[in-house]
T-cell receptor, first 112, second 116 residues
């Protein structure tokens, strides 16, 4: 158990819908990262937050957004969902911005 | 731009045999290197990491990896594989800047099958 929690574990929704994925980092970790893992794209970095501020953006679509709250938990919002958004979404956390990232168990999203 | 290549998509080894998973990276400066393992339906677990210092790194579950700058490689090894090692293994490289930005790039993964 990495100490990073993600909810929900599974999510099934329809195209065009909006969902919110939640992540609680390890105790003491200030940095949160979001990743998408799909069969065709592999594991891709989406976005990073540090202590509430966005620090880096990767291959994140404009339909997706994220934020980190004062209690350091983070949410990834996915809107206007498409079939291709079906994937495993991982959250990771680290103490600072250049430390080892510890991954949560992931949220499996299925868009029908 | 940084990149990671794991040339072997799928490897099969017999239980008790030795294992080496290959990883080659491309990065301008000294990289931060990682190996993660992912069991089916699970998240990623860190096996080991290299930031600096001794180029032979020991990790959990009996794994080790050697950083070879001249070959831009960070191969993962285990002297004797157990059936429970069957999983997918990801090599990753990370960058860091003074502004605190860390971008991690993962390889495509190597699936390990262990046969009796």
């Amino acid at each position: 158990d990495s100490g990073v929690t993600q909810t929900p574990k599974h999510l099934i929704t329809a195209t065009g819908q909006r969902v919110t994925l939640r992540c609680s980092p390890r105790s003491g970790d200030l940095s949160v990262y979001w990743y998408q893992q799909s069969l065709d794209q592999g594991l891709q970095f989406l976005i990073q937050y540090y202590n509430g501020e966005e620090r880096a953006k990767g291959n994140i679509l404009e339909r997706f957004s994220a934020q980190q709250f004062p209690d350091l938990h983070s949410e990834l919002n996915l809107s206007s969902l498409e079939l291709g958004d079906s994937a495993l979404y991982f959250c990771a956390s680290s103490v600072a911005t250049q430390e080892t990232q510890y991954f949560g168990p992931g949220t499996r999203l299925l868009v029908l | 731009a940084q990149s990671v290549t794991q040339p072997d998509i799928h490897i099969t080894v017999s239980e008790g045999a030795s294992l080496e998973l290959r990883c080659n990276y491309s990065y301008g400066a000294t990289p931060y290197l990682f190996w993660y393992v992912q069991s089916p339906g699970q998240g990623l677990q860190l096996l080991l990491k290299y930031f600096s210092g001794d180029t032979l790194v020991q990790g959990i579950k009996g794994f080790e990896a050697e950083f070879k700058r001249s070959q831009s490689s960070f191969n993962l090894r285990k002297p004797s594989v157990h059936w429970s090692d069957a999983a997918e293994y990801f090599c990753a490289v990370a960058s860091g800047r003074s502004g605190g930005y860390q971008k991690v790039t993962f390889g495509t993964g190597t699936k390990l099958q262990v046969i009796p």
